[in-house]
């Protein structure tokens, strides 16, 4: 592998213009310790669309809130039956090229960690080791009463019991695992408690107007700390969960590295932006740095 000199790197009220030009994360992770910031951009290609964007979810699709679910039975009845569907389709996608390359770096020792705001377990699923899933994962359900836990495949198979013959035809899919349904298409989707109280249960996710546990920022803090700069793949970087990371690794003066095709928030305390496809870019980065992306099987 062929080692690169260490970026510097002043902060500026000017967002560096975006290039097509991998290099600088090439030599970010040549010398190593990066930590990898990733958000709803690195699944797209996996199937999975984004938040946010031409043609993202929040065009047409508002996110179920804490304080609705929490609050509305019809709204959690909506939400599951809408979510079951869409599990079908989202607890069958796969890593793609992105995931893979992650793996890789961390895997050659050029990572002191990942963070993703993703739900979908595929960092996991390439096979990256220490992933801090800042949102949670859907792959898990827990019950707001008791705190139990459960997989969500369990949960799955409980509600297919529950609602034989459900089998509307969603009209999209959506980042937060569920489908576009109408209240005719909910019906009366029957929702199941939690087999260990009679609970209500939750997917192990932070919703929008939910807090992310005081524990799991402390260690993404930590993590900043420890890294020798910061690298953000596809992330738009909207929600302050994921920017406060990066304005944290901007003012103690470690170079922040942005991969998304469009303007981020976070583009103002960035070196540069590589305006390109995670998959391309990462795969190309991995070319330059002599690393297999291909090396190990994925789930």
């Known amino acids: 592998m062929r080692m690169r000199p260490t970026l510097s790197w002043t902060p500026s009220e000017d967002p560096p213009p975006a290039t097509t030009d991998p290099g600088p994360v090439a030599d970010a992770l040549g010398t190593g310790g990066v930590l990898v910031l990733t958000g709803a951009g690195i699944s797209t290609e996996s199937g999975i669309p984004a938040y946010r964007g031409e043609g993202g979810s929040l065009t047409r699709h508002t996110p179920m809130t804490y304080q609705d679910f929490t609050a509305s039975a019809q709204a959690r009845r909506r939400y599951w039956a809408r979510s079951h569907l869409g599990w079908r389709t989202f607890g069958r ?7 893979r390359a992650v793996e890789a770096f961390g895997r ?9 705001q993703n739900v979908d377990g595929l960092h996991q699923a390439a096979g990256s080791d220490g992933v801090v899933e800042l949102h949670g994962n859907l792959a898990r359900v827990v019950c707001l009463d008791c705190g139990d836990t459960g997989s969500r495949d369990g949960l799955a198979r409980r509600l297919e019991e529950a609602n034989r013959g459900f089998e509307p035809v969603a009209a999209a899919m959506n980042p937060d695992g569920d489908a576009d349904l109408t209240d005719r298409q909910v019906g009366d989707f029957r929702v ?8 209500i249960l939750k997917p192990d996710v932070v919703f929008f107007g939910e807090s992310v ?4 920022v402390e260690r993404c803090r930590e993590l900043v700390g420890e890294a020798t700069a910061l690298l953000v793949l596809g992330s738009s970087l909207t929600v302050m969960s994921g920017l406060r990371f990066v304005r944290e690794a901007a003012r103690a003066g470690k170079p922040v590295l942005i991969v998304n095709q469009e303007p981020t928030r976070g583009d103002r305390y960035a070196v540069t932006r590589i305006a390109l496809p995670l998959g391309a870019a990462l795969t190309a980065v991995a070319e330059r740095l002599d690393i297999p992306v291909d090396g190990r099987p994925t789930a």
């Open 93 to 99: 996608a796969r890593p793609n090229a992105g995931h």
């Open 213 to 216: 546990p005081a524990r799991r």
């Open 192 to 199: 199941v408690p939690c087999a260990r109280c009679g609970g």
């Open 108 to 116: 050659h020792g050029l990572l002191t960690g990942v963070i993703t």
